[in-house]
């Protein structure tokens, strides 16, 4: 079963840029017709998807984000990592990455990790 666990500061500074990794073991995020995705949700509210990176490397992004999300991978260490841009303290949140086919649901998520943007 595929596993994936995510990495990075938990502490950001605002208008810096918050970079994220997430380490996938158990699968290649290269098999055909999977999507890597980062998804967020912030304290008191429900899950927000931020956006992915396929398995042929092209990415989509939240619209809403879009402007201020970059999604890239290395291959070499089957990883895959977010960056968001000029962060504000509305960007805190529990930043996930999970996993799925082109048909199916979320089928495999990391723990998450706790992004906090603060002076």
């Known amino acids: 079963q595929v596993q994936l666990q995510e990495s990075g500061p938990g502490l950001v500074k605002p208008s810096q840029t918050l970079s994220l990794t997430c380490t996938v073991s158990?699968?290649?995020?290269?098999?055909?017709?999977?999507?890597w995705s980062w998804i967020r949700q912030p304290p008191g509210k429900g899950l927000e998807w931020i956006g992915y990176?396929?398995?042929?490397?092209?990415?989509y992004y939240s619209p809403s984000l879009k402007s201020r999300t970059s999604i890239s991978r290395d291959t070499s260490k089957n990883q895959f990592t977010l960056q968001l841009s000029s962060v504000t303290p509305e960007d805190t949140a529990v930043y996930y990455c999970?996993?799925?086919?082109?048909?199916?649901?979320?089928?495999?998520w990391g723990q998450g990790t706790q992004v906090t943007v603060s002076s």
């Open positions: 990176i396929a398995y042929s490397g092209s990415t």
């Open positions: 158990g699968g290649s995020i290269t098999t055909n017709y999977y999507y």
């Open positions: 999970a996993t799925k086919d082109i048909v199916g649901p979320f089928g495999s």
